[in-house]
């Protein structure tokens, strides 16, 4: 961890205290200070936590990556080190372009329905109309459900045969739709569900964000004269766009993980048509009766690295945002 | 000058962290379970039958057992699809269970990480169980433990459906008569046959006695009899005599459907047989014919009891004890009878249909039936399952044909 090393640098620069500006470096070193000491005890319990729940797992996953599992030289411990192989076996797969594609649609498109949603939502919520605060409290009850318990409702009702989303569209006219069960759907019916259990974690975040703009801005906007789309493209958006940037980076990070809501709904089935990298890394790992640990590590790996860059993304983002 | 950099690599670092702990958190199931205790005179027992809480007979059961060889027991249920993992983990950290009962099928993988002990070393006799049950713990000659109960698959019927529909169950000796009672269900309004072809194990497991039955063997999935198993489904899909939430249904969903007494046929296994006492309608069990008629082979399930290798080889004497006790005549009788389960032994067999005529399809079936490790394949069969219920999805859904889907998943295996 980069950032428990530099306590001892900033020492330097002008403390609160100043007791000890002039002695040299070495001398200091031998004998902290005890308001050193107490720094390190301070950051000494989450670093430890980091490096045991964060760093030690991450590591253990790329070794996982990195070397030929077989269930014997699992439990043995005496895996041979084989580079990146079980990548190249990943990258070989035919499985990986229908699941990188997948993953990509199914981001992509959870991100940009949940947002909009999301947006109209807050923005309708936050006119403070009788009922308002009852109903956005409702609004987040998706949420608040156990995914399983989501999860499974949404594979009743998408039941091809006794689902009542058929049932409904049986009713207008419109013939029976094998939502789970044609590879046709399967990927928009899990993109569904996703895009209504998001919807308030992002209508929560814009709404609060939008209480932080100034009602004096709308009433000064509306004095010259502009109508509300003018007041939403002009005031609301562009200074939303901190909260949304972060509301866009959660997601997307909740998102290319979502490995429940498949898993329950679909299995990443039939034939694949939604398996994302999150359910055929489970599937490689855990989803048979011989796991292949290296290649499924290997999956999750790649899904670390694009959260990875996208955070980097967002951190540049951000600076580019807030000059120093 | 350099703080605000210093401050941004903090930001950088501390993001890295947040956004990796957060997509690692589905890859890392690093769960750690202590299973052998410190003290010599406690015996730790794994099994998957969550279902039974610590009042239930099976605990108790296992605690006189226990009793009987002077020690305490601690007993920890898991759920069977992660009891594999579990395992593994705890092999890995030298804190195997002294005693592990294990779905049939997951006993070569672990025989094959070298979990288990054979019953050279751990001297527990299984000389009274079904050889055909028995071969499923074997591998390259060894044996890894003994059945303690055993089911299979059949066909349930619906009396009062096939009587509206004026079928015959006499009738349906294969694959065509029973395709014509599913017709003659279809016209009668009714709806013909649910099952299981869920893209996981339980898939697999419901396509093998049609696969067998066709007379396809596992080693060569594309074979024309391979296909013409395939196909069977595949028709009776598009025809309509199955509901196209088969290739959703787990084994579960599937019987559910079948309860809401609408079905004609189900395809499931001994474990429903308390169920289909409640379901409400007068039911039958019919062996699954093969293409041509007689009966086809069904996968056998249940568990098997094995001894995971210990560090201190002397627990290996009182293990037998438990072992011994556990598969003794008169336990497996009240162990099968609460898990709803035939019993691996002549002995008891011959007890159990004395007892409860209506278990005699199901001890005829679990003689045929035939385990998926079984003929030296142990661990090939999990690749080659893996292949199957994808090759049944791919064909069922429409994605592929069932000629193109089996080729796809033979060359898949290779």
């Given at each position: 961890m980069s950032h428990t090393t530099q306590v001892p640098h900033r020492r330097p620069a002008p403390g609160p205290s100043g007791a000890v500006p002039a002695e040299p470096p070495r001398a200091r070193r031998r004998r902290p200070t005890s308001q050193q000491l107490a720094a390190w005890a301070f950051l000494a319990p989450v670093a430890l936590y980091l490096a045991l729940f964060y760093a030690y797992p991450l590591y253990r996953n790329v070794d996982l990556s990195l070397r030929d599992y077989t269930v014997r030289s699992f439990v043995q411990g005496d895996a041979p080190f084989t580079g990146l192989e079980n990548y190249r076996k990943v990258f070989d797969d035919p499985a990986f372009g229908p699941a990188l594609t997948h993953t990509i649609v199914f981001t992509a498109v959870c991100l940009v329905?949940?947002?909009?949603?999301?947006?109209?939502?807050?923005?309708?919520?936050?006119?403070?109309?009788?009922?308002?605060?009852?109903?956005?409290?409702?609004?987040?009850?998706?949420?608040?459900?156990?995914?399983?318990?989501?999860?499974?409702?949404?594979?009743?009702?998408?039941?091809?045969?006794?689902?009542?989303?058929?049932?409904?569209?049986?009713?207008?006219?419109?013939?029976?739709?094998?939502?789970?069960?044609?590879?046709?759907?399967?990927?928009?019916?899990?993109?569904?569900?996703?895009?209504?259990?998001?919807?308030?974690?992002?209508?929560?975040?814009?709404?609060?964000?939008?209480?932080?703009?100034?009602?004096?801005?709308?009433?000064?906007?509306?004095?010259?004269?502009?109508?509300?789309?003018?007041?939403?493209?002009?005031i609301t958006f562009p200074l939303l766009r901190p909260v949304s940037a972060i509301t866009l980076l959660l997601g997307l990070v909740y998102t290319l993980k979502v490995f429940d809501i498949i898993w329950i709904m679909t299995k990443g089935g039939p034939a694949d048509s939604s398996t994302t990298f999150a359910t055929w890394s489970y599937r490689l790992g855990f989803g048979n009766l011989l796991p292949a640990f290296g290649p499924g590590a290997a999956v999750g790996n790649l899904l670390v690295v694009a959260a990875l860059v996208f955070g980097l993304v967002y951190l540049r983002v951000q600076r580019k945002q807030a000059p120093a | 000058m350099t703080r605000p950099a210093r401050r941004r690599l903090t930001a950088t670092a501390l993001t890295v962290v947040a956004l990796t702990a957060g997509a690692t958190a589905c890859s890392s199931g690093d769960g750690t379970t202590t299973a052998t205790a410190e003290d010599s005179g406690t015996y730790t027992v794994w099994d998957p039958y969550p279902q039974f809480a610590k009042d239930s007979d099976w605990a108790k059961l296992l605690d006189d057992c226990g009793g009987k060889a002077g020690v305490t027991i601690k007993r920890t249920a898991f759920d069977t699809s992660d009891l594999t993992n579990k395992a593994l983990l705890a092999a890995q950290q030298d804190n195997s269970p002294d005693v592990l009962i294990l779905d049939n099928?997951?006993?070569?993988?672990?025989?094959?990480?070298?979990?288990?002990?054979?019953?050279?070393?751990?001297?527990?006799?299984?000389?009274?169980?079904?050889?055909n049950l028995l071969a499923a713990g074997q591998a390259d000659g060894r044996t890894y433990g003994t059945p303690i109960g055993a089911n299979t698959l059949a066909l349930y019927y619906n009396k009062d459906v096939l009587k509206a529909a004026g079928v015959d169950v006499a009738s349906i000796k294969d694959w065509a008569s029973l395709t014509a009672a599913l017709e003659k269900v279809k016209k009668a309004g009714k709806k013909g046959i649910t099952f299981s072809a869920i893209g996981t194990e339980e898939g697999s497991f419901q396509f093998l006695p049609w696969f067998w039955g066709s007379g396809a063997q596992l080693t060569d999935l594309d074979s024309a009899q391979g296909v013409s198993a395939l196909s069977l489904?595949?028709?009776?899909?598009?025809?309509?005599?199955?509901?196209?939430?088969?290739?959703?249904?787990?084994?579960?969903?599937?019987?559910?459907?079948?309860?809401?007494?609408?079905?004609?046929?189900?395809?499931?296994?001994?474990?429903?047989?308390?169920?289909?006492?409640?379901?409400?309608?007068?039911?039958?069990?019919?062996?699954?014919?093969?293409?041509?008629?007689?009966?086809?082979?069904?996968?056998?399930?249940?568990?098997?009891?094995?001894?995971?290798?210990?560090?201190?080889?002397?627990?290996?004497?009182?293990?037998?004890?438990?072992?011994?006790?556990?598969?003794?005549?008169?336990?497996?009788?009240?162990?099968?009878?609460?898990?709803?389960?035939?019993?691996?032994?002549?002995e008891v067999q011959d007890k159990q249909v004395a007892e409860n005529a209506g278990l005699k399809p199901w001890v005829e079936a679990v003689k045929a039936a035939k385990g998926r490790t079984s003929d030296d394949l142990g661990t090939t069969y999990p690749k080659i399952s893996e292949q199957m219920w994808k090759a049944v999805q791919s064909a069922l859904s429409g994605a592929e044909s069932p000629e193109d889907a089996l080729a796809k998943a033979q060359s898949a295996v290779k």
């Open positions: 329905f949940q947002y909009a949603i999301g947006l109209a939502l807050a923005v309708f919520f936050n006119q403070h109309f009788r009922l308002s605060a009852t109903l956005r409290a409702l609004f987040l009850v998706p949420w608040l459900l156990p995914l399983i318990v989501s999860a499974s409702t949404w594979s009743w009702m998408l039941n091809s045969d006794s689902g009542i989303v058929n049932a409904l569209l049986g009713a207008v006219g419109i013939g029976p739709v094998n939502w789970l069960t044609s590879p046709d759907w399967s990927l928009t019916s899990v993109i569904i569900a996703n895009i209504w259990i998001g919807v308030p974690f992002n209508l929560v975040l814009l709404y609060s964000g939008l209480q932080s703009i100034p009602a004096s801005l709308y009433e000064a906007s509306a004095l010259d004269g502009a109508g509300p789309w003018r007041r939403f493209w002009s | 099928p997951v006993v070569s993988t672990l025989a094959e990480a070298g979990v288990l002990t054979t019953t050279d070393e751990n001297k527990v006799d299984t000389s009274k169980a079904d050889p489904w595949n028709d009776w899909l598009k025809k309509g005599y199955a509901p196209n939430s088969v290739i959703n249904n787990t084994q579960t969903t599937s019987w559910q459907e079948f309860a809401s007494g609408d079905y004609a046929f189900a395809e499931n296994g001994t474990w429903q047989l308390a169920n289909a006492e409640k379901a409400g309608f007068d039911y039958g069990v019919l062996p699954i014919p093969a293409s041509d008629g007689g009966n086809a082979a069904a996968p056998t399930g249940g568990e098997f009891v094995t001894v995971p290798v210990q560090g201190d080889t002397g627990r290996y004497a009182t293990t037998r004890k438990l072992v011994s006790c556990l598969t003794s005549t008169e336990n497996l009788y009240a162990t099968d009878t609460t898990l709803s389960y035939v019993a691996p032994t002549a």
